[in-house]
């Protein structure tokens, strides 16, 4: 099929290049320029493993194209509306303006039959709104709700290989004609079984929201839990196992530590309990109000912690912060918990180095105050207190008496408990993990 994917970010070119993997013919479509310019090179204007391999390969079979004229995207059957939903400024509302701009500005090009298919996450109710706009240009196309469900780091697999297909479609029905043209869309991952459900348009917007609130949920739940942990001498960790072992609940994000962030779960959350107020629904989503705040505390509980580490005080202690990205395999920093907290001891008096393998240019791009160190070793060197924010393999693999020998004083902050205490207590280090005693 002939397909257009509107926005070239994170989702749409990845989205783009796994369609052209499908078999697809697909036109990508951004008005950044720079951007399209990376792409069409075959180059990822960010880190995300597998997908420049992917970008060149496609490319080479000449299914893959990229341009900044929305004008190309006319012809083809199938449109991707993949742009940002970024929170509003001063509001915990979503952005629309790049969807809405995407969505007006492909309305001229549609033919009849044609199907919008929108991945952004948004407020429930925007598909209603989007799709009288685009059936009053063209009554014969149609709007779908198609939410994406990519993992940062394994966006490739999961776009291929995905866990499930949600389909919103106007009327909710497996005879609209949409589903059968998505069907054929998702053909391949479809046939090696991957379960479609096809829904009306709320249902399909609620699910990513929904879903994402879930898991944040359950991540403050056991970061609760740990501040607990602290308070009474247990360990939050053999408590997640133990719970996690009722299949009810499952061991999957049950791991504490300096709570999420990224582009996704922080300001979708904001943006679910913001739509829920403008339904007259607010009260359905207050506990997220406290998953947010518990969350946002595991930052200043990492400041106490460090501060305890060094002796009582901040005060020129050098620290060193083992990560920047909000998670590995990633070099995305949007409302990374690990620079906030860079951030937060350097305001209090410390001397900060902040390294990490991908995130470092778009770090010092967001928090270009802070000092950055690309090897790992330079930056553990006279170090006072390590801090391990994002669990890089490389972090989880440093040998402990290697590192004692490099560093001023052998103190270390586990803030994801990914490391074994003993080992490193055995190496001559003070050890701390979070909920752990």
């Known amino acids: ?30 008005v950044d320029e720079r951007k399209i310019l990376e792409l069409s090179a075959a180059r990822a204007p960010f880190f995300e493993p597998g997908l420049e391999e992917l970008l060149h390969e496609v490319q080479e079979t000449g299914r893959l194209t990229f341009t900044t004229d929305l004008s190309a995207a006319q012809g083809s059957a199938v449109h991707f509306i993949c742009v940002g939903t970024p929170q509003k400024k001063g509001e915990n509302g979503a952005d629309l303006t790049f969807v809405d701009a995407a969505t007006l500005g492909l309305i001229p090009f549609l033919s009849p039959g044609d199907v919008v298919v929108g991945k952004s996450t948004v407020p429930v109710g925007t598909a209603a709104r989007l799709s009288t706009l685009v059936t009053n240009q063209e009554p014969n196309a149609h709007l779908v709700w198609n939410p994406e469900f990519l993992r940062e780091g ?48 709320p ?38 196992d133990a719970i996690g072992m009722d299949d009810r609940i499952g061991r999957k994000f049950l791991n504490a ?37 518990i969350n946002m505390r595991r930052r200043t509980r990492v400041v106490e912690l460090t501060r305890e580490l060094c002796g009582g005080s901040l005060m020129g202690k050098r620290i060193t912060v083992l990560g920047a990205a909000f998670k590995p395999e990633s070099d995305d920093v949007r409302d990374s918990p690990a620079l906030s907290i860079a ?74 408990n990914v490391l074994d205490a003993s080992k490193w207590r055995a190496a001559g280090w003070t050890y701390r993990g979070l909920g752990r005693p």
Request: proline letters at 4%.
């Open 154 to 201: 394994h966006a490739v697999s999961d776009t291929l290989q995905p866990d499930r297909f949600v389909y919103g479609v106007g009327d909710g029905s497996e005879e609209h004609p949409a589903v059968a043209i998505l069907d054929e869309v998702y053909a391949t991952p479809l046939s090696a079984g991957t379960p479609r459900l096809v829904s009306d348009h």
């Open 203 to 240: 249902t399909a917007e609620l699910v990513k929201t929904a879903a994402n609130s879930f898991l944040a949920t359950k991540i403050s739940f056991i970061n609760a839990m740990a501040e607990v942990c602290e308070a009474a001498g247990a360990d939050v960790a053999l408590l997640a």
């Open 343 to 416: 951030a937060q001891l350097q305001l209090q008096g410390a001397v900060v180095t902040v390294t990490d393998p991908e995130a470092l240019p778009n770090a010092s791009r967001r928090f270009p105050e802070l000092h950055y160190e690309e090897q790992t070793e330079v930056a553990l060197e006279r170090a006072d207190a390590l801090l391990l924010l994002t669990e890089w393999q490389e972090y989880r693999d440093l040998d402990p008496y290697e590192a004692a020998l490099v560093v001023d004083t052998p103190n270390i902050l586990d803030g994801r």
């Open 1 to 30: 099929m002939r397909i257009s994917v509107i926005g070239c970010g994170y989702l749409g070119a990845v989205h783009a290049a796994c369609m052209a993997k499908l078999g697809h013919e697909v036109v990508g479509i951004d």
């Open 257 to 293: 530590g300096i709570g999420f962030g990224g582009g996704c779960l922080p300001k979708d959350i904001r943006a679910f309990m913001a739509r829920a107020g403008e339904l007259g629904a607010d009260q359905a989503l207050t506990f997220l109000r406290e998953v947010d705040a």
